[in-house]
């Protein structure tokens, strides 16, 4: 019904900075206008818990960030294309990891607040994810 692809990940020297991308592919028996869904972007690091960076809303497409990326991460959608992408600035070697996005269907404020922007279980579908590394 809805299929997430990440892309745009890779090795990126501490300071440098990365666009990945979210697309989305919709079906036919789904709700085809992609500014109903609020996307969310989550990351992994190896042998820690998935942990929610930055979301945007549902509508008029509310942001909202984790404290630990307010200010180096941006995030945005063309729903033209379908696809919402996550601007990451000023990379840190604690930026390492999978990035993941998630879909979700359900009504949203305008400005989401920070618990649900990176809840897990605030979503209901997901990519597979693309991996950031960020080294010397």
């Known amino acids: 019904q809805l299929q997430l692809v990440e892309s745009g990940g890779g090795w990126v020297q501490p300071g440098g900075s990365l666009r990945l991308s979210c697309i989305a592919s919709?079906?036919?028996?789904?709700?085809?206008?992609?500014?109903?869904?609020?996307i969310g972007w989550f990351r992994q690091a190896a042998g820690k818990e998935r942990e929610g960076v930055s979301c945007?809303?549902?509508?008029?497409?509310?942001?909202n960030y984790t404290d630990s990326v307010r200010g180096r991460f941006t995030i945005s959608r063309d729903i033209a294309k379908k696809t919402v992408y996550l601007q990451m600035n000023s990379l840190k070697p604690e930026d390492t990891g999978v990035y993941y996005c998630?879909?979700?269907?359900?009504?949203?404020?305008?400005?989401?607040?920070?618990?649900?922007?990176?809840?897990?279980?605030?979503?209901?579908?997901w990519g597979q994810g693309t991996q950031v590394t960020v080294s010397s």
């Open positions: 919709i079906s036919a028996a789904s709700v085809d206008t992609f500014d109903y869904y609020a």
């Open positions: 945007i809303s549902s509508g008029d497409g509310g942001t």
């Open positions: 998630a879909a979700d269907l359900t009504p949203w404020p305008a400005t989401p607040d920070l618990e649900r922007c990176t809840l897990r279980t605030s979503y209901a579908s």
